[in-house]
């Protein structure tokens, strides 16, 4: 059982540093206030005038409120030795991330690329979620599977850092490639219905449009981000040169945004637009628009740490009571 001994929440014994102080200051005052009278009286007199009983007992105080504090702190920091079991239910939701990796999303618009802050949200919004299974493809021309569907979101997240524009051998970009890749990952991983997180820059065409309706019939949504601004910026390789014409001039990448929302409208999802805080991937990570497709609940079995402060509780209550009876701290203090 040793071995196994720990607190679970070991913050609160950061309380006990107020609580020497209160009682090193306690200790002075109370040593203090029974010799108060040596300013006033020789000390050979001291013995006839101060009580020895009162004396000795009148410093018991702060040794009490410290041993009652020590008690509560300890309660609160959950000691616990051994382990229970508990039932655990999980919305059983499959969540496809497709991440647009076309040579527009190098377009610096937003700082420092488009593609780079859609990796961050993209790592913000794994960090969010709590529930179900979650896979990850690339695309441009073609769809490329990152990750397929898992409950580990670190395992997609850890290769995210080394993605970029150029691990696709074709540029383009095929938005119903993307969303017919990624219903074949959520079928794969056992899932009848799901959700498409499209995060791209690149307009729709009609086909993807009436893909994004079909498998929405099917059960299987497309939310949208949007990364990009109207104004747009200079489109760069992957190596940082810039991206031109046939006639010389700098190509530059605008963002479609009324088409994108038609999208995520045929799509029967949402459509989000980028923000520099944290509100669109709470919008993403909202189950809201997702809940008429009816998760089912999954039932899972966890060890959980079994918190024993309870019964320094009782023990506190106890000796709370037994100091509260008639004349005891008269008697003490």
């Not at 040593?31 to 006033?40: A, E, F, H, R, T």
């Not at 309706?213 to 299987?220: D, S």
């Not at 009816?294 to 024993?308: A, F, Y």
């Amino acid at each position: 059982m040793t071995e196994y001994f720990h607190f679970l929440r070991p913050w609160w014994f950061i309380a006990l540093a107020p609580a020497i102080l209160l009682f090193i200051l306690a200790l002075r005052r109370a040593k203090s206030g029974d010799n108060m009278w040596n300013k006033y009286c020789d000390p050979h007199l001291l013995k006839y005038l101060l009580s020895k009983n009162k004396s000795d007992s009148g410093t018991l105080l702060p040794y009490l409120i410290l041993s009652l504090w020590v008690i509560a702190i300890i309660a609160l920091s959950g000691p616990t030795w051994s382990m229970y079991a508990q039932n655990v239910y999980q919305k059983n939701v499959a969540r496809v991330i497709a991440l647009d990796v076309s040579r527009s999303m190098n377009a610096a618009d937003i700082a420092p690329s488009r593609l780079e802050r859609g990796k961050y949200k993209i790592l913000d919004l794994l960090h969010g979620i709590r529930e179900g299974q979650t896979g990850m493809l690339v695309f441009s021309s073609q769809a490329f599977v990152v990750s397929p569907l898992t409950a580990d979101s670190n395992t997609i997240a850890s290769l995210i850092p080394v993605i970029d524009s150029s691990i696709v051998p074709v540029q383009g970009s095929d938005i119903s490639a993307a969303l017919n890749k990624a219903v074949s990952l959520i079928k794969q991983s056992g899932f009848s219905q799901g959700e498409i997180i499209l995060v791209t820059d690149s307009t729709p065409t009609n086909e993807a449009l009436a893909t994004a309706q079909k498998l929405a019939g099917e059960g299987y949504i497309t939310s949208v981000l949007a990364i990009g601004t109207k104004q747009g910026g200079p489109v760069t390789n992957a190596d940082g040169s810039l991206v031109t014409d046939s006639s010389g001039n700098v190509t530059l990448a605008t963002l479609n945004s009324s088409a994108l929302e038609k999208l995520a409208n045929s799509g029967r999802g949402e459509y989000i637009a980028f923000s520099n805080n944290n509100s669109d991937i709470k919008q993403l990570l909202d189950q809201s628009h997702i809940s008429t497709n009816g998760p089912t609940k999954k039932m899972e079995t966890k060890s959980l740490w079994k918190d024993e402060g309870h019964y320094l509780v009782w023990l506190l209550i106890i000796l709370c009571v037994f100091i509260g009876r008639r004349g005891l701290l008269e008697r003490i203090c």
